[in-house]
């Protein structure tokens, strides 16, 4: 596939003067921080402009497509009963309108997300074709508060070849976003026939030639006049065997880009790649430094850091670097040369046909490792450093950027596997921001403690934030990331342990129940002290999470959760309405995951999003010479928040070391 790289009409006109390019630059400035901070006024403000919204319904829009043949105007609308002809240029429209496309489409179409704006507000429309050639494949409609789009995209799009069968037909994947979020998506199916072949009907008697699908819409209830920007965005879908990854983002001089290459990566080996990080990290967690520590030297540092780099740039290498004629490997080149700004949020989008795409994001390595075994690298080529990474999976939740409100209380479910060896102290950090936030704040007392009261607590979900201190496990299919690795390593992990090591009396429990079998592999859990939470008992008993909750996965000491992209704890939230989760990509030592609890709790109560606070958790880690805050990995909603700051003076973001 060749490089598409193309600017929206409206940017790169020939007519623009420096006048227009000066307002462009003072809009830009003007964006909110992709660090989302929302006062508390503004939400109230949403809030209320949401109420009248609802209190009036409104007519449904939907985003329409359109062919013509020979020109713009009404009179040259292409008939889709027919197919379309090789090597004959066509008008495609993009609108976004009351009635449906004209097309036929092939299953429901749901509505795009109908604003509370006052304003127009402007739609990037970026096309990638299977099949076409789509000289600009970037342009943008503008869409007003009320009616239909009153500036269309429009495209020039060609077939290249006959269609070989009836499946074998052309395609065009139209994505449409609000500041790189990702609004809805369609694909456009259409039989190719000869130049000069009779173009009247099927030439395999299909019924409909020309068809239309929606593969993924935005929530209904994204509200487009405030909805925060992005940086970037990157679109993930399947191509046979392998993964196309679309990436929209904006250049230096504020001009829209897309560009489209596919990775030629099979499964097989993204799974090889997993079980080697995870072996790493596995060695950082459990190792003679980490394990019995928090803070390091700049000598504990080096080898790990330099290991997580060479990792990091390899899973680049897989992405970009393969085929150096390749339009991946231009996109890459790219984005090394126009790196976003730092604290730029990242949003990471899966296709339904492509959630195998498990991806380490916050690994991957931008910068060049250094030589010298002796030399650290710089802790900003990791894009989970530089940049706050959203994955955004097909059942996330539907929620907005709006925060939550915390008035009257902030609520926090608390459980605890109460044997670890300091439950105590993250029993005193709940009793801490609780005495601080001065009535503001309200967490569980006791935890909970018990399987089947957290059972309970999940079917009537209530509470704003679900917080699991507690042991667990992801059961991994058997072609998928080698099952047996994580339980290996952790055997011996605990042999090699000191007589007189503390971490023997956590995890002598779930030392035992390996060794001699009793340990329950073939299942997905959670263990709190009295009990286990089973992934597949909770599919069953938990419809929905009504209080749309965030959900933090801080397990310790463990066979860990992973953060799958299906059949998981992730997964599950996800699909039962939790705006956001967090979980770990390692087994995580108690006494990391203690610091990072507070640093992350801190900054969330303080009225940051959860991507800020997540964001200056990894950095705190990093400036205490530690590099396992890179092994939790955030899914959903990166600008989860709540609403006023239930603690007042929260901890500052920690920068990294100059000479860390």
Request: proline share 6%; hydrophobic share 40%; aromatic share 10%.
């Amino acid at each position: 596939m060749s490089l598409r790289l193309a600017t929206s009409n409206s940017n790169n006109s020939s007519n623009s003067n420096k006048q227009q390019e000066q307002q462009q630059q003072q809009q830009q400035q003007q964006r909110p921080s992709p660090v989302f901070e929302i006062s508390y006024e503004e939400q109230l403000a949403r809030q209320a402009v949401q109420v009248a919204i609802d209190a009036q319904p409104r007519p449904r829009r939907f985003t329409s497509l359109n062919l013509y043949r020979g020109g713009r105007k009404k009179e040259n609308a292409f008939n889709p009963a027919s197919p379309l002809q090789e090597g004959i240029a066509y008008q495609l429209e993009v609108a976004i309108r009351y009635t449906l496309s004209p097309i036929p489409t092939v299953s429901s179409q749901a509505p795009v997300s109908e604003p509370a704006q006052k304003q127009p507000v402007r739609i990037l429309v970026a096309l990638e074709g299977s099949g076409f050639f789509i000289p600009q494949p970037v342009q943008a409609l503008v869409l007003p508060p009320e009616g239909e789009s009153a500036q269309n995209a429009w495209f020039q799009v060609t077939p290249l070849a006959k269609s070989g069968t009836a499946v074998d037909v052309a395609a065009i994947r139209v994505r449409l976003y609000v500041e790189f979020n990702l609004l809805d998506v369609l694909v456009l199916r259409a039989e190719v026939v000869g130049k000069f072949d009779e173009a009247e009907a099927s030439a395999f008697g299909t019924a409909q030639p020309i068809t239309i699908q929606q593969d993924r819409r935005a929530p209904e209830s994204m509200d487009l006049e405030h909805v925060l920007p992005r940086s970037m965005h990157i679109d993930v879908s399947r191509e046979g065997s392998g993964y196309t990854l679309h990436f929209a983002f904006r250049n230096e001089v504020n001009r829209e880009l897309a560009l489209t290459g596919t990775v030629h990566l099979q499964a097989t080996d993204l799974e090889d790649q997993l079980i080697a990080i995870r072996r790493y990290w596995y060695d950082i967690a459990m190792g003679s430094v980490y394990s019995a520590k928090v803070d390091g030297t700049k000598e504990d540092l080096l080898p790990p850091l330099r290991q997580l780099a060479q990792a990091g740039r390899r899973l680049w290498g897989m992405l970009f670097d393969r085929e150096v004629k390749s339009a991946i490997y231009e996109i890459g080149q790219w984005l090394q040369q126009h790196p976003l700004e730092r604290d730029s949020v990242v949003q990471v989008s899966v296709s339904q046909d492509a959630t195998d795409f498990a991806f380490p994001w916050s690994l991957l390595y931008d910068h060049d490792v250094p030589k010298p075994e002796y030399q650290l690298p710089d802790p900003e080529g990791f894009w989970g450093v530089r940049y706050c990474v959203e994955q955004r999976l097909p059942k996330s939740s539907d929620d907005d950027d709006t925060p939550a409100k915390s008035d009257p209380q902030l609520r926090v479910a608390f459980m605890l596997w109460e044997q670890f060896r300091n439950a105590a102290r993250q029993k005193a950090l709940m009793h801490e921001l609780v005495e601080e936030c001065g009535g503001k704040l309200s967490v569980s007392d006791p935890p909970v403690t018990d399987a089947l009261a957290c059972y309970q607590l999940l079917a009537d979900c209530e509470p704003n934030v679900l917080y699991f201190y507690t042991h667990g496990y992801t059961r991994l299919r058997e072609s998928n990331v080698a099952p047996a690795v994580n339980l290996q390593l952790f055997l011996q992990w605990y042999e090699a342990l000191p007589a007189d090591s503390p971490a023997r009396t956590s995890a002598g429990p779930l030392y035992e129940s390996v060794k001699n079998g009793i340990f329950i592999r073939d299942r997905s859990w959670i263990g709190v002290s009295f009990g286990m939470i089973y992934l597949d008992e909770l599919y069953s008993e938990v419809k929905e999470l009504r209080s749309r909750p965030l959900v933090i996965l801080n397990m310790c000491e463990s066979a860990q959760v992973t953060p799958s992209l299906s059949d998981s704890f992730v997964d599950f939230f996800l699909d039962r309405g939790a705006r956001s989760v967090i979980g770990t990509e390692c087994t995580m030592t108690v006494e990391f995951a203690d610091i990072f609890s507070e640093s992350l709790f801190r900054g969330l109560l303080g009225g940051h999003s959860i991507g800020a606070a997540m964001l200056a958790a990894r950095r705190e880690g990093l400036a205490r010479r530690n590099p396992l805050g890179l092994a939790y990995t955030l899914f959903g909603s990166a600008s989860a928040a709540f609403m006023p700051a239930v603690l007042i003076e929260p901890a500052a973001s920690a920068a990294i070391r100059s000479d860390a």
